[in-house]
């Protein structure tokens, strides 16, 4: 089992930044080869935007591609994403999320097993 607890999520102006952060525990050396950030927002589905190996190989969604970057941090068990210039269409739930393995292409597909809670990210 692996429990996931995001942070850093919060409201800013159009044009700002955030660095969400991601910190994992429990039985991580096995189940977190991938991790990955989704959002979700009102009346949308889960969308994913960024994901990581434990090798450090990463894979955007076309939509977040330079704006976003995800980094992660095997020996601190944290997983980050920085986002730069917000739009209000960014607003959502940010999840993280991890897997043992998955299928290449996939990665970005919401059926990890392992999901935070969320941090909400508001931008006006």
């Known amino acids: 089992q692996v429990q996931l607890v995001e942070s850093g999520g919060g409201s800013v102006q159009t044009g700002g930044s955030l660095n969400l952060t991601c910190v994992a525990s429990?039985?991580?050396?096995?189940?977190?080869?991938?991790m990955a950030w989704f959002r979700q927002a009102p009346g949308k589905q889960r969308e994913g935007i960024a994901s990581?190996?434990?090798?450090?190989?990463?894979n955007y969604a076309e939509s977040v591609k330079g704006r976003f970057t995800v980094s992660r941090d095997n020996a601190e068990n944290a997983l980050y994403l920085q986002i730069n210039d917000l739009t209000p269409e960014d607003t959502a739930m940010y999840y993280c999320?991890?897997?043992?393995?998955?299928?290449?292409?996939?990665?970005?597909?919401?059926?990890?097993?392992?999901w935070g809670q969320g941090t909400q990210v508001t931008v006006s």
């Open positions: 990581i190996t434990n090798r450090g190989s990463g």
């Open positions: 429990g039985d991580m050396y096995r189940n977190t080869y991938l």
């Open positions: 999320a991890a897997d043992s393995a998955v299928v290449p292409g996939e990665e970005l597909l919401p059926d990890l097993n392992y």
